[in-house]
């Protein structure tokens, strides 16, 4: 009787979290412009959560190092660099 041959076990990549730079790069591009941007406008360019984007703006500020401010614009909350 024949022996089924074992498919060889090929290493997978490692899986990385897709565009970290280039999402940094978007959201510094988002908070340069004039009036900067918004949680709002952050969470629907993204599609993240309203704790994930502050998470960000903090973790831009913390390990990234850039001067963020926060503002209110006419009672909306305004993030620029």
Known sequence: M????KAANKAKPA???????GRVA?????LKRKGGASPDELM????????????FISK?????????KSERVDGVRRYSL
């Open 26 to 30: 978007a959201v510094v591009a988002l």
């Open 15 to 21: 899986r990385t979290k897709p565009n970290g730079d």
């Open 44 to 55: 629907k360019t993204f599609g993240w959560l309203p704790h994930t984007t502050r998470g």
């Open 60 to 68: 831009l500020a913390s390990k990234y190092g850039y001067n963020v």
């Open 2 to 5: 024949p022996t089924k041959k």
